[in-house]
């Protein structure tokens, strides 16, 4: 099994050093690893170009399949783990807007399919809003992206996808004539941006001072994704989305995802829980997993 996950990683990072990271192991266990891959397999499967690590022809194919395998093991364990979850439960979530619509959304279908009898409750909101109900036990989880992480008391987390977040418009946004637009070209303009003192807020206007520009001063704050949407559409606003979620909306011609990135900031979502939580209780746990499995 340790051979089609090695195979797996190395298709995916490439690195021995990266895949040895990923799967918790030395340098060491992953190079033997790929040396009796490469005993027993006839044909060549890797191949070696200065630090980097590349899959041949056959090696893909061998990497797709192990995918497949790797696959259906995870889903018969999240059956498993649904076997004990009983007939009934009651799960509540929360989470920031920008993750409902992507990585909420796939985590909850494919944990439907396995544990249709636990109900669901998805609270949305900021992570400081969000912060104070998983301490109170009034959610079980929360999801939110990261800035600057630090370890709440209480609190357990586990750092889901890493994905940027860039700048987003209207199809009819004035700034669109210019060939290249600059951050200071859209610090000047109209946006719509998270409350202010959330993590998200605060993260953005640090990103600018780094920069050296100033904060926005022409915003409408806004929690709500549609809302956000609806106003893009209305007036000539900038907002900053994830960008699978950016670029979902500009192949339906919603709106027009801009070459501008906040390098390194708000790029990781994590999964919160309180202490000891996921030991006594299956159904989170098994959410969890749900989460992990949709984030790859």
Aim: proline share 5%; with cysteine.
């Amino acid at each position: 099994m340790q051979h089609l996950r090695v195979l797996a990683a190395i298709d995916d990072l490439g690195l021995v050093s990266r895949v040895a990271d990923a799967l918790s192991l030395s340098q060491s266990a992953i190079s033997k690893q790929i040396a009796e891959i490469e005993g027993v397999v006839p044909n060549a499967v890797f191949y070696r170009e200065r630090n980097r690590l590349y899959l041949t022809t056959s090696g893909k194919r061998l990497a797709h399949h192990a995918k497949l395998v790797l696959a259906q093991l995870h889903a018969a364990e999240l059956e498993i783990q649904a076997l004990a979850l009983g007939e009934t439960g009651f799960l509540r979530v929360g989470s920031v807007t920008s993750l409902v619509p992507s990585l909420l959304s796939q985590a909850i279908t494919r944990f439907k399919a396995v544990a249709p009898q636990v109900s669901l409750a998805v609270v949305e909101g900021h992570f400081l809003s969000l912060h104070p109900l998983l301490a109170r036990g009034e959610i079980d989880l929360a999801l939110a992206r990261t800035w600057q992480p630090k370890k709440y008391s209480g609190i357990d987390m586990q750092i889901l996808s890493a994905e940027p977040v860039v700048a987003t418009c209207g199809r009819n946004h004035p700034l669109l004539s210019k060939r290249r637009l600059s951050w200071a070209e859209a610090c000047a303009g109209a946006w719509i941006l998270p409350e202010k003192n959330t993590v998200a807020r605060q993260a953005i206007e640090a990103f600018f001072a780094n920069k050296g520009l100033p904060s926005p001063h022409d915003v409408i704050e806004a929690q709500s994704l549609p809302l956000s949407l609806a106003l893009l559409q209305a007036m000539p606003r900038l907002c900053l989305l994830p960008e699978s979620l950016a670029l979902n909306y500009a192949a339906k011609g919603d709106l027009v995802a801009l070459d501008l990135r906040l390098e390194g900031v708000l790029v990781e979502a994590g999964c919160f829980w309180r202490e000891g939580h996921l030991a006594n209780n299956p159904a989170a746990r098994l959410f969890v997993d749900c989460l992990i499995a949709s984030s790859d």
